[in-house]
């Protein structure tokens, strides 16, 4: 959509009639109404314009959700995803509604729509840098309940699945409910064929061993720890990073205290 004519939806207000058009219509217009939508919620620009002026646009999408039309979810889930993606009051907003109607989201990660399932493991991996502490343990246990089935060829899917637990193993408080799932993730995303799903991996596992040293190591050791270790030292530049660690404790140049 040209930008002018973004511009021109926008001034006319037409963002209403298009949620509108979601909601209450069905088939083809639904989804040709969400289509024109989600090329104005998918230009990060106008999110501000749109928290200003039509701040029920998540309750409606939500709304929309409950039409089981995958073409129509597939696009609600993506203007979701670009939101959460976006500023903190969206991602809030997204949380307080998921949260309310008892989990959609996760509900969708049981679906079979490769497109969906990617966009939603998108939304919760973005979500994880907000999401309050008495909601953690659901999303965690909903998307490594993927991560137990997933196509193991779907590399986009196991990248924002890895995303989004490693998100998650930001906050010590959540180390606990991740080392439940470790040999899972291990399993699935330590020992993928796909370099992001295992780079991510091991940021959830270092992040791990900062709060559950012995318990992650003692899994690791069983299986994984040559993979994490191979993942770790092909990482450009590493040698160099860990070497200037160590020379803040030691010297490369010294003379004998006695």
Do not use: W
Request: glycine fraction near 4%; charged fraction near 20%.
């Amino acid at each position: 959509m040209d930008s002018n004519i973004r511009i021109e939806v926008l001034k006319e207000g037409m963002i209403e009639a298009l949620l509108n058009a979601v909601i209450s219509s069905s088939g083809v217009t639904s989804v040709f109404a969400s289509r024109v939508l989600q090329l104005l919620v998918c230009n990060f620009e106008y999110h501000d314009y749109i928290l200003q002026n039509h701040r029920r646009i998540i309750p409606e999408l939500f709304d929309a959700l409950r039409n089981e039309d995958y073409q129509l979810q597939a696009c609600v889930t993506k203007m979701l995803m670009y939101f959460s993606a976006g500023s903190v009051p969206f991602r809030e907003m997204i949380i307080q509604e998921d949260v309310s109607r008892d989990f959609p989201l996760l509900f969708l990660l049981k679906g079979s729509s490769q497109a969906i399932l990617v966009h939603v493991a998108c939304i919760v991996a973005n979500l994880a840098v907000s999401v309050n502490q008495n909601y953690v343990h659901n999303y965690i246990a909903g998307i490594c309940e993927l991560l137990t089935f997933v196509n193991k060829e779907n590399e986009e899917l196991l990248g924002q699945i890895g995303r989004g637990l490693a998100n998650f193993a930001e906050s010590p408080a959540n180390s606990l409910h991740l080392i439940r799932h470790l040999q899972t993730i291990i399993s699935n995303l330590l020992k993928s064929s796909f370099e992001v799903p295992r780079v991510h991996a091991c940021r959830l596992i270092v992040y791990l061993f900062s709060s559950e040293l012995p318990s992650a190591l003692d899994i690791l050791s069983q299986s994984g720890l040559d993979e994490f270790i191979e993942t770790v030292f092909d990482l450009p530049g590493l040698t160099d990073i860990l070497n200037g660690l160590f020379l803040r404790k030691v010297s490369r140049l010294s003379v004998c205290q006695k």
